[in-house]
């Protein structure tokens, strides 16, 4: 009986050992709130819509301490909708995130998978006082759909810091037979964080080829181009966002609906644009007002130019728990066609107004 309690007791340890190296997280967002759009050719739409601030998710997040200051790490992240139930993108399980990876204190982290692109990262966390999520979200003028948000078959490295400094860069597959060029991705971000300022440079490259296949031909295509430079400043009774940004080339400035106001011709997606940006988040008790004014400036022959303000207000009920409130309104100009939408969805009008909660785990 002895030498079971000591075996017993061993194997405890090893086992308590084991889990202290070794941790996995689950986390997540539930968002959901009522929705009022206007302006769009379908006419005004009143709904309930998740992932209005933030989207709506369930993750899994891992470490494991391989000693000597490095770790494995993976994330595991899928959308859902709260409105009904379903699976934010249909045919995929974890189609926000997915990645594995080393990670370590001096040589800096490398992951493989589906990530977030640097180019979103500096637009969402530096730029915008919406965090890209309510109507006032940037996501409605700056381009961040599709790739510009988050990349397939990745390679991310991020160096440490260092004084505030550090570097993130990406470089996706197009993972096309016959092209090893055609439908690759790069982007490059050099990020400060010290103190009040938070500032990111980045640079994102686009391939827009596609690799003969069968009897289609090849197609070379010209690059789609975005730098932007993103700055917040904290002076703690305000805290100040700024940012602009270069898109050039196909697909530099995609527009999110197709042709939202029925245009008789429509709306054609500019190939030269610069995007500008100011915001601000005001703390007042236990919420915040956040207000931006955003501008793009479409350089090409078509000049279909857009302007949007939009005002907010979030409420912390608790740490977890936080109601909101936000309108934005665009003015189109020269049959642009661009939509106030939110964190989820891209919007049907040139009007939007959200009031909902979220709760984060």
Do not use: C
């Not at 969805?345 to 107004?353: I, K, N």
Request: charged share 15%; proline share 3%.
């Amino acid at each position: 009986m002895k030498k079971l309690t000591l075996a017993a007791l061993i194997a405890g340890s090893f086992a308590a050992t084991a889990s202290a190296q070794s941790n996995v997280t689950i986390y997540g967002i539930v968002d959901a709130g009522i929705v009022r759009e206007t302006g769009g050719a379908a006419g005004d739409v009143t709904k309930v819509t998740s992932g209005i601030g933030s989207q709506s998710r369930i993750g899994f997040r891992g470490t494991e301490d391989l000693g000597n200051g490095l770790s494995a790490i993976f994330t595991l992240e899928s959308g859902y909708k709260v409105d009904d139930g379903t699976i934010d993108s249909s045919g995929t399980l974890f189609n926000r995130q997915a990645f594995v990876g080393l990670s370590s204190k001096t040589l800096g982290t490398l992951t493989l998978g589906r990530q977030y692109n640097p180019l979103y990262n500096a637009l969402s966390k530096v730029a915008d006082p919406f965090g890209a999520g309510y109507a006032g979200s940037a996501k409605n003028l700056f381009p961040a759909g599709g790739v510009n948000t988050r990349v397939s078959n990745a390679i991310v490295y991020t160096t440490p810091k260092w004084s505030g400094f550090s570097i993130e860069g990406m470089y996706a597959l197009g993972e096309q037979a016959g092209d090893s060029e055609a439908g690759r991705l790069f982007s490059v971000g050099f990020n400060y964080s010290q103190g009040p300022l938070n500032a990111s440079l980045v640079y994102n490259n686009r391939n827009n080829d596609v690799a003969a296949s069968g009897t289609t031909p090849a197609a070379s295509r010209e690059d789609g181009k975005n730098t932007l430079l993103a700055v917040n400043y904290d002076f703690k009774v305000v805290k100040v966002f700024a940012a602009f940004e270069r898109d050039k080339g196909l697909n530099s400035s995609p527009i999110p609906v197709a042709n939202a106001f029925g245009y008789a011709v429509a709306p054609r997606a500019s190939t030269e644009a610069d995007d500008a940006l100011l915001g601000v988040q005001v703390p007042v008790g236990a919420g915040t007002i956040i207000a931006s004014w955003m501008n793009k400036n479409d350089k090409t022959v078509s000049n279909q130019d857009a302007r949007q303000w939009a005002v907010g207000y979030t409420h912390a009920l608790s740490k977890r728990t936080s109601a909101y409130v936000a309108y934005a309104k665009i003015d189109n100009k020269n049959g642009a066609g661009y939509t106030v939408g939110n964190n989820n969805e891209v919007g049907s009008g040139d009007t939007g107004f959200n009031l909902g909660i979220r709760h984060t785990f």
